[in-house]
Protein backbone atom coordinates (compact mmCIF):
# COMPACT_ATOMS: atom_id res chain seq x y z
CA UNK A 1 0.00 0.00 0.00
CA UNK A 2 1.19 3.79 -0.48
CA UNK A 3 1.28 6.33 1.99
CA UNK A 4 -1.70 8.23 2.64
CA UNK A 5 -0.77 12.03 2.15
CA UNK A 6 -2.05 14.84 3.99
CA UNK A 7 -2.67 17.71 1.43
CA UNK A 8 -2.64 21.29 1.88
CA UNK A 9 -4.68 23.36 -0.36
CA UNK A 10 -4.21 27.34 -1.16
CA UNK A 11 -6.90 29.46 -3.36
CA UNK A 12 -7.89 32.65 -4.28
CA UNK A 13 -11.85 32.61 -6.01
CA UNK A 14 -14.47 29.56 -6.24
CA UNK A 15 -11.94 26.58 -5.57
CA UNK A 16 -12.93 24.83 -8.65
CA UNK A 17 -9.86 22.53 -8.81
CA UNK A 18 -9.77 22.68 -5.15
CA UNK A 19 -13.25 20.71 -5.35
CA UNK A 20 -11.99 18.03 -7.81
CA UNK A 21 -8.93 17.33 -4.91
CA UNK A 22 -11.42 17.12 -2.10
CA UNK A 23 -13.38 14.81 -4.15
CA UNK A 24 -10.50 12.47 -5.52
CA UNK A 25 -9.40 12.23 -1.67
CA UNK A 26 -13.42 10.93 -0.96
CA UNK A 27 -13.63 8.12 -3.26
CA UNK A 28 -10.25 6.92 -3.38
CA UNK A 29 -8.81 8.03 -6.35
CA UNK A 30 -5.85 9.78 -4.10
CA UNK A 31 -4.97 7.99 -1.29
CA UNK A 32 -4.87 11.23 0.91
CA UNK A 33 -6.55 13.80 2.78
CA UNK A 34 -7.03 17.84 2.50
CA UNK A 35 -6.05 18.90 5.80
CA UNK A 36 -6.83 22.62 5.39
CA UNK A 37 -7.40 25.32 2.86
CA UNK A 38 -5.99 28.49 2.63
CA UNK A 39 -6.56 31.86 0.90
CA UNK A 40 -4.87 35.05 0.37
CA UNK A 41 -8.10 36.19 -0.22
CA UNK A 42 -10.79 36.47 2.64
CA UNK A 43 -14.30 37.08 0.16
CA UNK A 44 -12.74 33.43 -1.61
CA UNK A 45 -16.15 31.28 -1.98
CA UNK A 46 -14.05 28.06 -1.92
CA UNK A 47 -13.38 28.83 1.62
CA UNK A 48 -17.14 28.50 2.83
CA UNK A 49 -17.32 25.34 0.97
CA UNK A 50 -14.13 23.56 1.97
CA UNK A 51 -15.39 24.52 6.01
CA UNK A 52 -18.59 22.91 4.90
CA UNK A 53 -16.64 19.61 4.41
CA UNK A 54 -15.08 20.34 7.75
CA UNK A 55 -11.39 21.08 6.61
CA UNK A 56 -9.59 23.57 8.71
CA UNK A 57 -10.16 27.21 6.61
CA UNK A 58 -7.67 30.24 7.13
CA UNK A 59 -6.65 34.13 5.91
CA UNK A 60 -3.21 35.86 4.79
CA UNK A 61 -4.88 39.19 3.58
CA UNK A 62 -2.21 39.69 1.22
CA UNK A 63 -3.99 43.44 -0.20
CA UNK A 64 -3.98 44.18 3.56
CA UNK A 65 -0.80 43.63 4.01
CA UNK A 66 0.72 45.16 0.97
CA UNK A 67 -1.54 48.42 2.09
CA UNK A 68 -0.03 48.36 5.26
CA UNK A 69 3.79 48.16 4.36
CA UNK A 70 3.33 50.36 1.47
CA UNK A 71 1.53 53.49 4.40
CA UNK A 72 4.41 52.60 6.83
CA UNK A 73 7.54 50.41 4.90
CA UNK A 74 9.07 49.68 8.78
CA UNK A 75 11.76 46.92 8.28
CA UNK A 76 10.50 45.82 11.48
CA UNK A 77 7.83 44.24 10.20
CA UNK A 78 9.60 41.67 7.78
CA UNK A 79 10.38 38.55 9.31
CA UNK A 80 13.63 38.26 11.51
CA UNK A 81 15.16 35.72 9.28
CA UNK A 82 14.51 37.83 5.84
CA UNK A 83 17.53 38.10 3.62
CA UNK A 84 17.02 40.53 0.80
CA UNK A 85 20.47 39.68 -1.28
CA UNK A 86 19.55 35.78 -0.86
CA UNK A 87 16.30 36.59 -2.12
CA UNK A 88 16.52 38.94 -5.19
CA UNK A 89 19.60 36.78 -6.60
CA UNK A 90 17.21 33.47 -6.37
CA UNK A 91 14.13 34.91 -7.85
CA UNK A 92 13.68 34.94 -11.72
CA UNK A 93 10.65 36.83 -11.72
CA UNK A 94 12.56 40.48 -12.76
CA UNK A 95 15.23 39.52 -14.75
CA UNK A 96 15.78 42.95 -15.01
CA UNK A 97 15.39 46.19 -12.74
CA UNK A 98 16.12 43.68 -9.90
CA UNK A 99 17.82 46.50 -7.88
CA UNK A 100 14.85 48.73 -8.19
CA UNK A 101 12.76 50.24 -5.22
CA UNK A 102 9.61 48.46 -6.81
CA UNK A 103 11.39 45.12 -7.13
CA UNK A 104 12.73 45.97 -2.94
CA UNK A 105 9.12 47.06 -1.93
CA UNK A 106 7.73 43.66 -3.72
CA UNK A 107 9.92 40.93 -2.26
CA UNK A 108 9.84 42.54 1.34
CA UNK A 109 6.18 42.78 1.08
CA UNK A 110 5.59 39.52 0.11
CA UNK A 111 7.84 38.05 2.41
CA UNK A 112 5.28 39.53 5.20
CA UNK A 113 2.27 37.64 3.81
CA UNK A 114 4.92 34.37 3.38
CA UNK A 115 5.89 34.53 7.07
CA UNK A 116 2.21 34.88 8.04
CA UNK A 117 1.46 32.23 5.59
CA UNK A 118 4.11 29.63 7.06
CA UNK A 119 2.90 30.61 10.31
CA UNK A 120 -0.79 29.62 9.52
CA UNK A 121 0.29 26.22 7.90
CA UNK A 122 2.55 25.41 10.65
CA UNK A 123 0.05 23.75 12.87
CA UNK A 124 -0.74 21.16 9.68
CA UNK A 125 1.92 18.09 9.20
CA UNK A 126 1.28 18.28 5.38
CA UNK A 127 2.87 16.42 3.03
CA UNK A 128 2.33 18.34 -0.47
CA UNK A 129 0.90 22.05 -0.42
CA UNK A 130 -1.35 22.46 -3.92
CA UNK A 131 -2.09 25.69 -5.52
CA UNK A 132 -5.31 25.45 -7.32
CA UNK A 133 -6.14 29.07 -8.72
CA UNK A 134 -3.98 30.68 -5.89
CA UNK A 135 -3.14 33.77 -7.85
CA UNK A 136 -0.27 34.83 -5.90
CA UNK A 137 3.62 34.08 -6.46
CA UNK A 138 5.49 32.55 -4.19
CA UNK A 139 9.14 34.29 -3.68
CA UNK A 140 12.49 32.24 -2.53
CA UNK A 141 11.33 33.01 1.12
CA UNK A 142 8.49 30.76 1.19
CA UNK A 143 9.92 27.98 -1.10
CA UNK A 144 12.99 27.30 0.53
CA UNK A 145 10.52 26.87 3.75
CA UNK A 146 8.47 24.21 2.78
CA UNK A 147 11.12 22.35 0.02
CA UNK A 148 13.43 21.63 2.50
CA UNK A 149 14.96 18.16 1.67
CA UNK A 150 16.86 18.51 -2.26
CA UNK A 151 15.51 17.17 -4.65
CA UNK A 152 11.80 16.93 -3.11
CA UNK A 153 9.57 19.29 -4.57
CA UNK A 154 5.85 19.75 -2.47
CA UNK A 155 4.21 22.85 -3.88
CA UNK A 156 2.49 21.80 -6.88
CA UNK A 157 0.39 24.12 -9.55
CA UNK A 158 -1.55 24.02 -12.66
CA UNK A 159 -2.05 26.59 -15.14
CA UNK A 160 -4.19 27.47 -17.89
CA UNK A 161 -2.15 26.87 -20.87
CA UNK A 162 0.67 24.47 -22.55
CA UNK A 163 3.57 25.87 -20.57
CA UNK A 164 5.70 27.04 -21.50
CA UNK A 165 3.66 29.02 -23.54
CA UNK A 166 1.34 31.68 -22.24
CA UNK A 167 2.60 32.09 -18.00
CA UNK A 168 1.06 34.31 -16.02
CA UNK A 169 -2.69 35.40 -14.89
CA UNK A 170 -4.71 34.58 -17.73
CA UNK A 171 -3.39 31.09 -20.03
CA UNK A 172 -6.89 30.60 -21.80
CA UNK A 173 -7.53 34.32 -22.92
CA UNK A 174 -3.59 34.13 -24.38
CA UNK A 175 -4.01 31.18 -26.07
CA UNK A 176 -7.39 32.01 -27.62
CA UNK A 177 -6.02 36.02 -28.43
CA UNK A 178 -2.98 34.81 -30.27
CA UNK A 179 -4.98 32.37 -32.52
CA UNK A 180 -3.49 29.08 -31.26
CA UNK A 181 -5.30 26.03 -33.11
CA UNK A 182 -4.57 23.64 -29.35
CA UNK A 183 -4.98 24.84 -25.94
CA UNK A 184 -4.73 23.15 -22.45
CA UNK A 185 -3.16 23.14 -19.02
CA UNK A 186 -0.21 22.11 -17.07
CA UNK A 187 0.72 21.01 -13.77
CA UNK A 188 4.15 21.34 -12.55
CA UNK A 189 6.41 21.85 -9.41
CA UNK A 190 7.26 25.44 -8.16
CA UNK A 191 9.84 26.87 -8.89
CA UNK A 192 11.72 30.40 -8.44
CA UNK A 193 10.20 31.63 -11.95
CA UNK A 194 6.70 32.64 -13.17
CA UNK A 195 5.39 29.05 -14.51
CA UNK A 196 8.67 27.80 -14.79
CA UNK A 197 9.02 24.71 -12.32
CA UNK A 198 9.31 21.31 -14.24
CA UNK A 199 5.93 19.98 -16.03
CA UNK A 200 4.50 17.08 -13.99
CA UNK A 201 1.78 16.26 -16.95
CA UNK A 202 -0.09 18.33 -19.59
CA UNK A 203 -3.20 17.66 -21.37
CA UNK A 204 -5.06 19.39 -24.49
CA UNK A 205 -7.46 20.37 -26.65
CA UNK A 206 -8.43 21.98 -29.70
CA UNK A 207 -9.40 25.37 -30.60
CA UNK A 208 -11.82 25.78 -33.26
CA UNK A 209 -13.52 28.38 -35.25
CA UNK A 210 -16.65 28.41 -33.54
CA UNK A 211 -14.68 28.65 -30.20
CA UNK A 212 -14.91 31.70 -27.81
CA UNK A 213 -12.69 32.43 -24.58
CA UNK A 214 -15.61 31.23 -22.73
CA UNK A 215 -15.68 27.95 -24.45
CA UNK A 216 -11.98 27.06 -24.43
CA UNK A 217 -12.38 27.72 -20.97
CA UNK A 218 -14.67 25.14 -20.33
CA UNK A 219 -13.27 22.55 -21.96
CA UNK A 220 -9.61 23.60 -20.40
CA UNK A 221 -11.30 23.38 -16.99
CA UNK A 222 -12.94 19.49 -17.65
CA UNK A 223 -9.31 18.59 -18.34
CA UNK A 224 -7.82 20.69 -15.39
CA UNK A 225 -10.15 18.56 -13.10
CA UNK A 226 -8.90 15.25 -14.54
CA UNK A 227 -5.64 16.13 -14.98
CA UNK A 228 -4.85 17.41 -10.91
CA UNK A 229 -5.81 14.54 -9.13
CA UNK A 230 -3.83 12.12 -11.53
CA UNK A 231 -0.46 13.88 -11.01
CA UNK A 232 -1.19 14.10 -6.99
CA UNK A 233 -2.20 10.02 -6.78
CA UNK A 234 1.37 10.02 -8.93
CA UNK A 235 2.67 11.95 -5.80
CA UNK A 236 1.06 10.29 -3.37
CA UNK A 237 2.74 7.23 -5.26
CA UNK A 238 6.63 8.47 -4.93
CA UNK A 239 6.40 7.97 -8.58
CA UNK A 240 7.65 11.75 -9.36
CA UNK A 241 11.29 12.23 -9.28
CA UNK A 242 12.47 15.15 -10.54
CA UNK A 243 16.38 14.87 -12.27
CA UNK A 244 18.42 17.01 -14.60
CA UNK A 245 19.41 15.30 -17.70
CA UNK A 246 22.08 16.21 -20.62
CA UNK A 247 22.26 16.40 -24.16
CA UNK A 248 25.01 17.23 -26.26
CA UNK A 249 23.85 19.29 -29.42
CA UNK A 250 25.19 18.26 -33.06
CA UNK A 251 27.54 21.60 -32.46
CA UNK A 252 28.98 20.19 -29.46
CA UNK A 253 27.06 22.30 -27.02
CA UNK A 254 25.65 20.90 -23.55
CA UNK A 255 22.18 21.87 -22.73
CA UNK A 256 20.81 20.82 -19.51
CA UNK A 257 16.94 20.91 -18.70
CA UNK A 258 15.49 19.46 -15.43
CA UNK A 259 12.25 16.98 -15.75
CA UNK A 260 9.53 15.32 -13.61
CA UNK A 261 10.31 11.48 -14.57
CA UNK A 262 6.93 9.36 -13.96
CA UNK A 263 7.88 6.13 -12.46
CA UNK A 264 6.24 2.99 -14.20
CA UNK A 265 5.35 1.27 -11.04
CA UNK A 266 4.32 2.26 -7.30
CA UNK A 267 6.37 2.23 -5.29
CA UNK A 268 5.59 -0.30 -2.27
CA UNK A 269 5.55 1.91 1.39
Known amino acids: MTKRINIGILISGSGTNMDAIINACEDGTINGEVIFVGSDNPEARGLEKAGKKGIPTFVVNYSEITRTFKNNPDSSLLPADFDLEDIRAKQSFFKENAESDKVISFLRTRAIAEALLIEKIK ?117 LHVVKMTYTLDSGKFVQRTVVKIAQVPIEK
Open 123 to 239: PYPYDLLVLAGFMRNLTPYFIDRVNTAPGKPRIMNIHPALLPAFPGTDGYGDTFRYGCKVGGCTVHFIDYGEDSGPIIGQRAFPITESDSIESIKKKGLALEWELYPECIRLFSEDR
